[in-house]
Each structure stands twice: as C-alpha cells, then as structure tokens.
C-alpha cells in the first residue's frame, strides 16, 4: 500500500478471539453471547437478554451476572500477537493514530496501545446510572451496588446497550474525517454506526483496507481485503506500514 500519514484502526471482538474471548454466534437469525459458569458448561445468552437498557431493568440478576463472568473469563486471558502489533504501531508511528474499539476487554491497553477509543464501554469499569460517575471495577458487581460518589444503589456496567450513543462519536467522526487510511480488523460489520466507518472514510478520501477471518458484511466496500486469522495478518500488515 502507498505511504499514509493518518491511520484509524477499527477493531472487533475477533481480534480477541484467538486469545481465547468468544466472538458473537448466530444461529437461526439470532445472536447469542457464550459465557463459562462456575461448572465450566457454556451457557448462550440471546444479546437482547443481556444486552440492552431493557433487559437490565427487567432481570439485573441476570445481566450482571453475565458480565460478571465475562469479567472474571477476562481476566485468565492474555493479549495476543495482533493487539501487540498494534501497540507497537502506537509507539512507532509518528503520524496520527487512533485505535476505536468495538471490544469491552482490556487487552489493546493490556498490550501497551494508548492511542485508544473504547466505543462500546470497558468491563472492567462502572458507570453510575443516577451521577454517570464511572469507577474501575475489576470485582463482581451486585445489582444495586451503592456509587461512591453520589451514593445511590445505581452503579452498572460500564457498557454501551443496544439502542445507547457509543462513546467518543466526536472524536472518532473527526479521526475519519482527517485519516487518509482506515483499517478493519476482527469485525463481522454488523453493528452500527461501526459498519458504516468504512463508508465515511471512504467519503473523505481514505484508502480502506480489511483484515478478517472471512469476508464481512460490509467487505464490498473495501479496497482491499485480506482473509486470515488477526495474529497472521496483523502483525504483517504493521511490519509493511512500519517499513513503507
Ligand atoms: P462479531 O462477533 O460480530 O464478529 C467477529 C468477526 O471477527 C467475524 O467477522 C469473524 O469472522 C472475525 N474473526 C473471528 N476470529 C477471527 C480471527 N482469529 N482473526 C480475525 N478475524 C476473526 O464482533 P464485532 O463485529 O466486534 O461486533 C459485535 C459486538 O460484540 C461489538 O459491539 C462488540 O462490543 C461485542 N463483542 C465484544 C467482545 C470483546 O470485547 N472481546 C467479544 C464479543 C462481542
């Protein structure tokens, strides 16, 4: 690829994958999330159980429990070769550089990248839902759990529901608009507004390029793909930029 000076990185929960964090399933136009209980037998949770504003009024058992295991699964695992490439890219590029995140796991900043945007929350932070004070949170979180600022039984997850505004839009919209490359990676292109950062970087001039195990959703429209595991393709696809 030519020479860039401005790069945005989007990463999706299959750049996690081979450190051992499950990707989303679909099974019959339904997607589910696999977690490990305390027996060690996976459990499917539909997203629309565990993953939006709705489900956590209805069952905050429930969906605290799901993250509760995530959590804890997050823990036991490790950053991979991929997520150290792109750490590596952050120390080494001396142009603009932003990593936005769809992943709630912690192992970009794990890896040592800096120049990142979680978009879709972190797991191992709390949010309160009365003072929208946030806290890190690497422990279990009971439903009610009191916010150590305002003091209300209102703490949750720190993760952006279905149907709730991702964070750092602003500065993600503003990295697009300025980056003359932008690079997918892990992602099935099926969420948005997510999916449709490909097409606004495009709108601005940027070359597009994907990396993924398979083509994606949204695979048309980019310039280029390349099909492989992320621990392959990323580390060579940083080796090439660095050496451009
Ligand atoms: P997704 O599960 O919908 O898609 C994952 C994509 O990664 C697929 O296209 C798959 O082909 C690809 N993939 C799988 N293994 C790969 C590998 N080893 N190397 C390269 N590519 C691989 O995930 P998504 O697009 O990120 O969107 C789903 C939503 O799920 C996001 O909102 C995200 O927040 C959430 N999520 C996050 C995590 C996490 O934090 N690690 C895990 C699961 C889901």
């Keep these: 690829m030519s020479k860039h000076s401005n790069i945005v990185i989007l990463t ?3 750049i996690s994958a081979e450190s051992g964090v499950p990707t989303f399933r679909t099974k019959g136009g339904e997607t589910y999330w696999e977690v490990y209980e305390d027996d060690l037998v996976p459990k499917y ?14 069952d905050p058992v429930l969906v605290h429990r799901f993250y509760d295991m995530r959590r804890a699964a997050l823990a036991a695992v490790q950053p991979n070769a991929a ?30 990248a800096r120049r990142l945007q979680h978009m879709h929350g972190e797991l191992n932070s709390a949010l309160c839902a009365a003072c929208e004070a946030r806290a890190p949170w690497p422990d279990p979180m009971p439903p009610g759990q ?17 149907g709730e505004v991702p964070y750092g839009m602003e500065r993600i919209e503003e990295a697009l608009a300025g980056c003359d490359l932008f690079v997918s990676i892990g992602t099935s292109g099926a969420v948005y507004p997510a999916a449709g950062f490909v097409q606004l970087a495009r709108r601005f001039g940027a070359e597009t390029l994907e990396l993924n195990l398979e ?30």
């Design 12 to 14: 999706g929960a299959g």
């Design 45 to 58: 949770h539909r997203v629309e159980d565990v993953c939006t504003p709705e489900a956590l009024a209805a």
């Design 83 to 112: 997520h150290q490439a792109l750490a590596r890219l952050d120390r080494s590029w001396s142009g603009d550089l932003l990593i936005v995140t769809q992943n709630v796991d912690d192992l970009h900043e794990r890896a040592g």
């Design 146 to 162: 009191p916010c150590a600022m305002c003091k209300q039984p209102a703490l949750r997850p720190d993760i952006v529901f279905f």
């Design 215 to 244: 083509r994606s959703a949204g695979s048309g429209w980019f310039a280029q793909s390349r099909l492989g595991p992320a621990t392959q393709l990323v580390p060579a696809w940083v080796d090439e930029t660095l050496a451009d």
